[in-house]
């Protein structure tokens, strides 16, 4: 018998896939924080009930290396990695990922729309494309 432990735990997801081009430079630092304050702005509408974050993920990869923002507690804020704090981005494929326990797939990808409307509006960043899905668009290999 196959377990099915979203289900079990009542849980939801989200992925999305972004090829990006920034309006101006900016630097890996520079995104890991604005990725940063994106993904804890979009996960407390989530939490506020009680609800348990799995976690947010985002990771950028560009010619020129890659910026990944992880939360799964928003009392401890996000971790950033990059390795390209000083380098200059102007495009890439920005990766976002999230599962909550106790919210369904179509009210974390609201939340996940909502660090794309953030970047587009904070970022200058412009979407070329979108792909949506599951899971799969975070195992970056």
Do not use: C, Q, Y
């Not at 976690?55 to 990695?81: Q, R, W, Y």
């Not at 070329?128 to 599951?134: D, F, L, N």
Request: charged fraction near 30%.
């Amino acid at each position: 018998m196959e377990e099915d432990s979203k289900k079990m735990a009542e849980a939801g997801s989200f992925g999305l896939r972004l090829h990006f081009h920034a309006r101006r430079p900016i630097t890996g630092t520079e995104m890991g924080k604005v990725l940063g304050k994106a993904l804890i702005k979009s996960a407390r509408p989530l939490t506020k009930s009680g609800f348990l974050l799995g976690h947010l993920k985002a990771v950028a990869k560009t010619n020129s290396g890659f910026v990944k923002v992880s939360v799964v507690d928003l009392t401890l804020g996000p971790e950033i990695d990059t390795d390209m704090p000083d380098k200059e981005i102007w495009d890439g494929v920005l990766n976002i990922m999230a599962a909550v326990v106790g919210h369904t797939d179509k009210e974390i990808g609201a939340a996940v729309e909502s660090v794309v409307a953030a970047l587009s509006k904070n970022f200058g960043l412009e979407i070329e494309r979108k792909e949506e899905g599951t899971t799969r668009f975070m195992e970056l290999g």
